[in-house]
């Protein structure tokens, strides 16, 4: 049997590393690759791959968003984040949307690969680096809802505040996401107040912290 991989990341050079690492693999074929969220939706229609190898923090739609897409719209594909952010609150969110898997950028093409045979097989994946973290501050199973701030905000709010602190505009986002200037001003004092947040820089600070976007 052969599997059939998307690999998603914002960076041509990481990509272009795992196809050449898990390729080596004589039952691994890489199916596509993407940029970032909204492709990675995109792509996994048209290619329908067994898993997704998806990083977190990428621009217009970031990973564990984009794993909430995916799983809505096809719960039998199986995703592993692949990320540098190893805290707690990544990893919660990154399982609450749906990701199957979870392993360090650090931790080696070997361990990616046992996560990837081991998620085919129907099982949960974090590797070894993250289950102290997982065990040391939460139970995960009773703690995913409390687990970020961001839990409290909706789908479309975070899609939002997203493309906000990204420096869209409030009618390029609008444009994007088929709604009018006002209710995206609307969606931005919503998300403030939410988040308790009281400033545009607070707000910048805010998703860099939670990995939204990445500093300049």
């Given amino acids: 049997m052969t599997i059939q991989i998307l ?4 960076h041509a ?8 690492l ?8 890489i199916v596509g ?10 792509k996994m229609v048209q290619t329908n791959p067994d898993i997704i190898v998806m990083d977190i923090s990428m621009p217009d739609l970031n990973g564990i968003e984009a794993t909430r897409q995916i799983m809505e719209r096809s719960p039998q594909t199986r995703v592993i984040i692949l990320s540098m952010h190893s805290s707690a609150e990544f990893i919660f969110r990154a399982l609450q949307a749906g990701a199957a898997g979870y392993v360090l950028k650090d931790a080696g093409v070997v361990e ?3 996560a990837i045979r081991a998620v085919l097989r129907g099982e949960h994946y ?13 139970h995960w199973k009773h703690k995913l809802a409390n687990a970020s701030p961001l839990e409290t ?6 899609q939002v505040l997203q493309l906000l602190v990204e420096g869209k505009t409030h009618a390029k986002i609008a ?10 001003a609307t969606y931005r004092m919503r998300i403030m107040r939410k988040l308790d947040l009281h400033n545009f820089p607070g707000l910048i600070k805010f998703a860099i912290h939670h990995g939204l976007t990445e500093p300049l």
């Avoid at 690759?33 to 995109?42: F, K, M, P, R």
């Avoid at 974090?126 to 939460?138: E, S, T």
């Avoid at 444009?175 to 200037?181: A, E, H, N, V």
């Fill in 175 to 184: 444009q994007t996401l088929y709604l009018s200037p006002k209710s995206i």
């Fill in 126 to 138: 974090l590797c070894r680096q993250i289950k102290n973290i997982v065990a040391d501050k939460f």
């Fill in 33 to 42: 690759e993407a940029s970032n969220g909204h492709e990675a939706v995109g």
């Fill in 13 to 20: 050079i990481v990509r272009e590393g795992l196809r050449l």
């Fill in 153 to 158: 905000l909706s789908e479309r709010e975070c």
């Fill in 22 to 29: 898990l390729e080596r693999q004589p039952d691994i074929c």
């Fill in 112 to 114: 990616l690969i046992a």
């Fill in 7 to 10: 690999i998603v990341d914002d």
